[in-house]
């Protein structure tokens, strides 16, 4: 006997800990998450589901046609004048989406996270927090699809669609939805009861009403004007108004940036804080 | 040309002649699956676990013993690359958490003390959408499904809701899907808390038949008897340090006598007569309801004591158990 070896075991000896990279953050299997969701949406409320498409419709039909035979034609932007019905409709389009992803960032990924735990699950596989993020996000703006089709043929139906760019609207939409997703399932990350939930509704509300939704933001004075325009919904609809009447400006270019900056924002606290509370 | 290759669960070892009197030995030392070095987590100022050190070798059923609130939790967690240790070294399957998360958790499979399976998908959904979460095609996400039902005894409810099963059901459903994954090492932690006794005793059975087939079983527990029946060895853990290493039995043999008098004067009566008890047995401890003397002839001593005109209200003899054992270690009772 001439050779003899010993192969010992290597072991990481490393006194500082430090995080793994992206690779640590993302698997690139949202699909998984997103399959679950569709595979779970079988035992959802469709009551519910269905009542998030309803509520802008009879907005509309109450404030837009009812309503709007007594206040005749309204100027947008660009002082362009429009019938009220179709003043408002991009408006509640635009508020359609918010509230659809809100509802499901907010209430869904709060149940989800505190109480049924689907998160902790998921952290558990090789499925990391930009995964979970991204998948869910992705089912609410699916659900902010359906949504925003369905309103736009209605529209189409009641004449209010004036522009072929109105078809754009459906992308513009999706942005939309997309920035409140983020950002919505962000701020859910840091609640910890229902009641600081029912908050979010405390600050949509006040948001659905004077985003010039249904009047002209040039009702305000100038320093209320900014402070509209400071919030995410002004934008939106203001986006989605200038697709639908044809009024196109280039400030347009402006508000997608808007929410272009509130979804990287959004997605990058997402991430943040799935890591935090999951794999801390 | 002589060659012999033996591979063990324990190591392997190969032998190979080269010709000309020259004879190869490569002995191959297996790498533990899991090595803790000084292990701690600390939140803020306090030491959940405090530099705990530990191996586990490849199918290996190994235990962490210890009330709530020692650190067994914790401890699965950075175990399960779902939690950063604040300090010493961790090795997961050769890696290191804190670099290889995903890579880790990819081999493990994890079942946690309360049951989060996924309340809106049926029985046998659950399953495949977990696969799923490991990329693993829905071929064979299905395949391996069906085998895990019946595994775990659940195939006549496959599509049932989650919510309608028992809990013990909910449990081998957990466990079922751990097992989704194939993977190499199963954490287990609290699997029987809150099961009548039929439900865990179904579930230690299921535990056995993994360990069987060679799986590395991670468990924690507060109860003795799960730790004798489902580990080879073990570690007491107590306000986050280890305080004793071995073999349920070695412990016993080791920490505890053979045999254990349980006597019951009443809790007012205990702690006086427990002073004329002095000399019996290798040591006499009071606990509030009762008074517990060590011995290696339990029913020669009880004998000696009702010989000397003391009236216990009950008296047992039993074996020393793991709970012996803590109870010397920490002063403390396992379950409080």
């Known amino acids: ?280 | 040309m002589l060659s012999i290759d033996r591979r063990t669960p324990q190591g392997a070892w190969e032998l190979r002649a080269l010709g000309q009197g020259e004879l190869l030995v490569c002995i191959i030392v297996p790498q533990p699956v899991i090595a803790a070095s000084l292990l701690t987590k600390k939140y803020k100022e306090f030491a959940a676990v405090d530099g705990i050190s530990f191996e586990v070798e490849p199918g290996e059923s190994f235990g962490l013993l210890g009330p709530n609130g020692a650190g067994k939790s914790t401890t699965m967690r950075m175990v399960g690359a779902v939690s950063t240790r604040t300090s010493g070294s961790l090795s997961i399957l050769g890696l290191d958490p804190n670099d290889h998360g995903p890579e880790i958790r990819a081999q493990l499979g994890v079942v946690p003390q309360q049951d989060n399976l996924d309340m809106d998908l049926r029985v046998r959904d659950n399953l495949i959408v977990y696969g799923r979460y490991f990329g693993m095609s829905l071929s064979s996400c299905a395949a391996k499904a069906e085998e895990l039902l019946e595994f775990a005894q659940l195939a006549d409810r496959k599509k049932s809701k989650v919510g309608d099963l028992s809990g013990g059901m909910k449990r081998r459903l957990t466990i079922a899907r751990s097992l989704m994954n194939d993977p190499k090492v199963l954490l287990l932690d609290e699997p029987t808390t809150g099961l009548d006794p039929q439900a865990r005793h179904i579930l230690w059975d299921r535990l056995f038949r993994l360990k069987e087939q060679g799986t590395t079983l991670l468990l924690t527990t507060h109860y003795m008897d799960e730790a004798e029946q489902l580990c080879d060895r073990l570690v007491v853990v107590d306000k986050g340090a280890i305080m004793a290493e071995g073999a349920p039995a070695d412990l016993i043999r080791s920490y505890s006598t053979r045999e254990v008098v349980e006597l019951r004067f009443g809790s007012e009566l205990n702690a006086s007569v427990a002073e004329q008890l002095v000399g019996i047995g290798d040591r006499v401890e009071v606990l509030p309801d009762r008074i517990l003397i060590y011995t290696d002839d339990g029913d020669g001593d009880l004998g000696w004591i009702v010989a000397k005109g003391l009236t216990p209200i009950t008296s047992l003899v039993r074996r020393s158990s793991l709970e012996d054992v803590f109870l010397r270690l920490t002063g403390r009772s396992l379950i409080e």
């Open chain 1, 1 to 280: 006997m001439t050779a003899t070896e010993t192969f010992a075991p290597t072991r990481p000896t490393r006194p500082t800990p430090r995080t793994g990279g992206i690779r640590a953050l993302y698997a690139g299997n949202s699909r998984a998450v997103i399959g679950r969701g569709l595979l779970a949406t079988r035992s959802s409320n469709w009551l519910i589901v269905v009542s998030g498409f309803f509520e802008p419709v009879f907005y509309l039909l109450s404030l837009g046609i009812g309503l709007g035979a007594l206040v005749g034609s309204v100027s947008t932007t660009t002082g362009q004048p429009v019938s009220y019905a179709a003043f408002i409709a991009p408006a509640l389009l635009a508020v359609s989406a918010m509230n659809g992803a809100i509802y499901d960032s907010t209430w869904n990924v709060f149940f989800k996270m505190q109480y049924s735990k689907l998160y902790e699950g998921m952290l558990a596989t090789s499925l990391g927090p930009l995964d979970v993020a991204l998948g869910e996000i992705f089912l609410a703006l699916l659900r902010g699809a359906v949504y925003a089709t369905g309103f736009l043929i209605v529209m189409q139906v009641l004449g209010l669609n004036l522009s072929w760019t109105a078809v754009l609207a459906i992308p513009a939409v999706l942005l939309i939805a997309f920035g409140f997703a983020s950002l919505g399932m962000a701020i859910t990350s840091y609640m910890k009861s229902f009641q600081q939930v029912d908050w979010v509704n405390f600050v949509l509300l006040p948001m659905f009403l004077f985003s010039a939704t249904f009047y002209p933001l040039s009702v305000y004075p100038q320093g209320i004007q900014f402070v509209i325009q400071a919030l995410p919904l002004w934008h939106g609809v203001e986006l989605v108004r200038g697709l639908t009447t044809g009024a196109l400006s280039i400030a347009m270019l402006g508000h997608v940036l808007y929410f272009v900056v509130m979804i990287v924002g959004g997605l990058i606290f997402t991430t943040r804080r799935l890591r935090a509370l999951f794999l801390d």
